[in-house]
């Protein structure tokens, strides 16, 4: 059987653009060249709907679309379409919607076969919205007994995935009632090492099964998921026939009587996936939300460089604009690394010094705020501030995006301003660890040093006050990172973390800091999440508690 795989980019809700998609790919197909045709898992809603699938509307519209799709598909009567859309279960108890893949074939549904397991981890929160599947079910095409399951349903293999096990295994069924061969089609987000699992799983059902294995998956980014593609097709033996780009659209067809070739297949770099995440992230959020140009501000500092050449990346040059928005207290090779920074990657750059404005805070506060020689907290926070509303101001005006810049340790521990450096629409490296940050700017200085030397070597400081370093307050960042991922990724215990030989002091530390600090995680922009544990959707912690772990 040959089948073309559309490991294509949906945006949620366009219902009649994810349609057009559909269609269009269709048409560059020929009934000679390819038995069927796949898409993504909730392909016609895009993935994930979230609440819109509250909506009586719009799943009357899904509804509108299948039945446009399925009359349109007689013109091709030696083609099937396989597609993900959410179908009502016709039942007055339970949620009332399935997670469907359906099949159509010469104007008629050929199958329906539903989601069985329903994640309710990380970020996903499916039982929410879907029943489970009533049965699993086989159907012969073309020659072949076709096995198809929609994502998770064949994400249970405790071998391979160390958390909690379903009560069943749907690939396992379907083996068992004749399929020869696996469909499964997917909307699995990207995060680092996540593909090397997924292959694993795939090749593991493959070689346990004697069965090719075809994975859908999709492609883009919605708010703060990401979704790498990366689908694949292997034989019999769990060997790779085709693997597909990560973080791009493609179509292509492959033959399922070709075999495997074990050298096929190599992991992605860890870093380059996660530079090439967050530029498809950038992108597709400027993009889906309507926006075309970005704007970041430039301290100098290593984490707004990474984040701007992303967005250059993303979008292009001359879409982006730095802003330098020097204080009593910044430096001028802060200021002039900004500036090279900026010509390097040929966007546009502004310098707003704000100490004349900052004096005109001081004093209108001095005397509520009891301003003396110090500069305090108080005050270091008023400049960031004042730099939040220059970019807003310029956004306004300008349609900009505002991206900002902090990275996960500092959001973790809360070493940022709400109102101030927090200000944005998009929090590019929100879930991006410091260290991972100069791996990133490593990265992208391969070839030749975008980034200035200066900016990578000299030591972090937000530079609120003379001779501020990051380290004056915080943990050195090699330390803060291992001890966060082990709090926060690991959901580790004081005592399991200290068992690991860390300073006392530090951990504790570090916990309450990540504790009480939820207050301001919860007033973030959207963050893109390449982790496997990502502030925001996928960790819903409480803000008025008290607890101890």
Known sequence: ?????????????????????????????????????????????????????????????????????????????????????????????????????????????????????????????????????????????????????ICEDAWNDPELWLRRNYPFDPMQVLAEKGATIFINISASPF???????????????????????????????????????????????????????????????????????PDLYVPQDKIESVHNALVLGIRDYIRKCGFSKAIVGLSGGIDSSVTVCLAKEAIGSENVMGVSMPSPYSSKESVEDARRLAENLGIQFKVIPITSVYHSYIDSLREHLQVGEEVDVSLENVQARIRGNILMALSNKFGYLVLSTGNKSELAVGYCTLYGDMTGGLAVISDVPKTMVYKLAHWINRESKV????????????????????????????VLDQILHYYVDEGYSVKDILDLNFDAEIVEWVIRAVDKNEYKRRQAPPG????????????RMVIAAKYAA
């Open 1 to 149: 059987m040959k089948i073309t795989v559309a490991q294509l980019n949906p945006v949620i809700g366009d219902i009649q653009g994810n349609l057009a998609k559909i269609l269009n790919t269709l048409s560059q197909c020929s009934s000679d060249s390819t038995d069927l045709l796949i898409f993504p898992e909730l392909f016609l809603a895009g993935y994930p709907p979230r609440d819109l699938l509250e909506r009586s509307w719009f799943i009357r519209k899904i509804e509108e679309a299948i039945h446009e799709l399925t009359k349109i598909s007689m013109k091709c009567p030696e083609m099937g379409i396989l597609f993900g859309a959410p179908l009502p279960t016709g039942k007055e108890i339970g949620k009332g919607l399935y997670n469907s893949a359906l099949l159509i074939y010469r104007g008629k549904r050929l199958t329906t076969q539903h989601k069985s397991l329903l994640p309710t981890y990380d970020v996903f929160d499916e039982a929410r919205y879907f029943d489970p599947a009533p049965e699993i079910h086989t159907v012969s095409f073309k020659g072949e007994t076709l096995g198809i399951s």
């Open 191 to 261: 995060n680092i090492g996540k593909e090397e699992i997924r292959y694993r799983i795939i090749r593991n059902h493959a070689k346990k099964h004697k069965l090719p294995f075809v994975f859908v998956n999709q492609v883009g980014a919605n708010d703060e998921l990401i979704f790498d593609g990366r689908s694949i097709f292997v034989d019999s033996f769990g060997e790779p026939v085709e693997i597909f780009p990560s973080f791009k659209e493609h179509v292509q067809t492959v033959d399922t009587a070709v075999s495997g070739k």
């Open 451 to 478: 980034i200035p030397a200066e900016i990578i070597e000299k030591p972090p400081s937000a530079e609120l006050k003379f001779n501020q370093k990051d380290q004056d307050t915080l943990p050195p960042y090699d």
């Open 528 to 539: 893109l999440k390449v982790t496997t544990k990502a502030f925001g959707m996928g960790r």
